[in-house]
């Protein structure tokens, strides 16, 4: 089973600014080229519409110093 440690925006090196999903230490790419106010849009809706994120996310994990990428096409 897949653990959603985040979701959001972010920064990958070479693409710029993405809207991705952390799964386990592994960053999914789902866009790229975003706005961190739109991710932002995005998540309000997306709790709105009845999904919750895990909380305390950032505090409870410490991510790996690098992680890894998966950019989908």
């Known amino acids: 089973m897949s653990i959603i440690r985040d979701f ?6 070479h693409s710029g600014p ?4 952390d799964i386990e230490g ?3 790419v ?3 080229d975003v706005r961190e106010d739109d991710v932002a849009e ?3 809706k997306i709790k709105q519409s009845g999904y ?4 305390g ?5 410490d991510p790996p110093p ?3 990428f998966r950019m989908l096409d």
């Open 8 to 13: 959001g925006f972010g920064h990958y090196s």
């Open 18 to 21: 993405v809207l991705r999903v």
């Open 26 to 28: 592994t960053w999914v």
């Open 30 to 32: 789902l866009a790229r």
């Open 42 to 44: 995005l998540v309000i």
């Open 52 to 55: 919750s994120f895990p909380e």
């Open 57 to 61: 996310k950032k505090t409870a994990y």
């Open 66 to 68: 690098t992680p890894s």
